[in-house]
């Protein structure tokens, strides 16, 4: 399966971090090109956020290094830091999170990664595709990051949702990285209409919020 487009290498899953420590990423810049990184605490505020601007080097694949500082009002949080890129309308395209623990004092607890590929992968449609009839029907693979169900989404440049469904997805077993799935999206449209269809699972833990999405376009005929 593919690389991540967006991929956390460290700190993992529930590191115990101080302030600043060293994030260390894979990133593919898309869409605007900017790449935006941000630790939510667990009131859904945004500690801290930065934006890399990547805009001349669009659709490579580059190692990034930023330093991330953080002030806690108490002696530990649990946090979220998330990596995601938009295209020209604001949608994303891209995210990937992983949930940490934010120290005031100690010894920082580095925790190797725990996801390498892309959770959600599909085989039909292909991007660019027009689809018509009033259903797209997505055919592909999946690796939950959690217990919590696939989400699929239609969404036009305006930002407006044009079809969604949800799919429970089993873990994979066996020798298998990914699940097989099938599901289909009702919409509704008057004309061609260009749309983004986006694969996201929302948080099974304190903090809510997306933490894995992908997407592509797609042309929608009524």
Do not use: K
Not at 66 to 80: D, N, Q, S
Not at 122 to 150: E, H, Y
Request: proline share 9%.
């Amino acid at each position: 399966p593919p690389a991540l487009a967006l991929r956390i290498q460290r700190p993992g899953l529930f590191s115990r971090l101080t302030s600043p420590f060293r994030m260390e990423a894979q990133v593919r810049p898309e869409g605007d090109g900017w790449i935006w990184i941000e630790l939510v605490g667990e009131d859904e505020r945004i500690i801290t956020s930065q934006r890399l601007d990547y805009r001349n080097f669009l659709g490579r694949r580059l190692w990034v290094y930023p330093l991330i500082h953080f002030e806690i009002p108490g002696a530990a949080e649990t946090a979220r830091l998330r990596v995601y890129s938009r295209d020209l309308f604001g949608r994303l395209i891209s995210l990937s999170s992983v949930d940490l623990v934010l120290l005031a004092v100690g010894e920082n607890e580095i925790n190797p990664p725990l996801l390498y590929w892309e959770p959600y992968l599909v085989r039909i449609p292909f991007p660019d595709q027009v689809v018509a009839g009033g259903t797209v029907l997505v055919v592909g693979l999946g690796r939950p990051v959690n217990q919590t169900p696939l989400i699929f989404e239609l969404i036009d440049e305006a930002g407006n949702v044009l079809g969604s469904a949800r799919l429970m997805v089993p873990e994979p077993s066996g020798d298998l990285s990914h699940t097989p799935y099938q599901v289909s999206i009702p919409y509704a449209v008057q004309e061609l209409t260009p749309v983004r269809l986006t694969i996201r699972q929302e948080s099974a833990e304190r903090i809510p919020g997306t933490v894995a999405l992908t997407s592509f376009l797609l042309y929608l005929q009524p």
